[in-house]
């Protein structure tokens, strides 16, 4: 049964950094580039949107062109946590924050909602 908790959501203002944590626990780590964690954020009034993915071998890793230089999303495999470093907050960053896992399967694709099997509760970031 897999599970995510995501947490080290707070508010801070523009140009502030902040890290959250996703904390993962039976999901099936492999090292292959056939599943992926994620993070993805949903602003008010907007679709989720994915932010972020590092494949399960800890290789490959993935970003949203709006984030690209300013995240960085990294796995500490010995605490089977998944992180996502954020520097130079907008408020445009501002959003709930969720963690997702994927399962493994052919033609996975990052930042696609549907391909993601598991979801955390989501932590809240405002950026004002």
């Known amino acids: 049964h897999v599970q995510l908790v995501e947490s080290g959501g707070a508010s801070v203002q523009p140009g502030g950094s902040l890290t959250l944590s996703c904390s993962v626990s039976?999901?099936?780590?492999?090292?292959?580039?056939?599943?992926?964690i994620a993070w993805f954020r949903q602003a008010q009034g907007r679709e989720r949107e994915g932010v972020a993915a590092i494949y399960s071998a800890g290789v490959a890793t993935y970003y949203a062109d709006s984030v690209k230089g300013r995240f960085i999303i990294t796995r500490d495999k010995t605490k089977d946590l998944v992180y996502l470093q954020m520097n130079g907050l907008q408020p445009e960053d501002t959003g709930m924050y969720y963690c997702a896992a994927a399962t493994p399967r052919a033609g996975l694709r990052w930042d696609r909602r549907e391909d993601y099997d598991y979801w955390g509760q989501g932590t809240q970031v405002t950026v004002s």
């Open positions: 039976g999901y099936p780590w492999s090292d292959t580039n056939s599943n992926a």
